[in-house]
């Protein structure tokens, strides 16, 4: 679990990193005081903030991965209540009676 949780941060960290170049592309007077760069933040507090970020990225997107139920339950939940409430089973009948018995 360690290994996969790890390749999925280092993806999470390698994402950021790719949207970090390009915010710095489109906002140059800002990513200068960030100085922010393609591989790596030298602001060490802004590469923690990406760094914890991309660790919680990467749980969330591990237990979703993994069909992890409560996740998945609290959505359906959402969206369709009804689903995840069981139904005992049923059936109709319908009895008619004999007047001569």
Do not use: W
Request: with cysteine; proline share 7%.
């Amino acid at each position: 679990m360690r290994n996969e949780l790890r390749n999925y941060y280092e993806s999470e960290l390698t994402f950021l990193r790719q949207i970090g170049a390009e915010f710095a592309d489109k906002y140059p007077k800002i990513a200068s005081r960030l100085v922010l760069e393609p591989d790596r933040c030298e602001d060490p507090h802004a590469e923690r903030m990406l760094e914890a970020f991309a660790l919680l990225a990467a749980r969330v997107h591990l237990r979703i991965d993994d069909d992890f139920p409560q996740i998945t339950e609290a959505l359906l939940n959402i969206l369709y209540p009804h689903y995840l409430r069981p139904v005992p089973s049923m059936s109709v009948a319908q009895f008619h009676t004999d007047a001569e018995q």
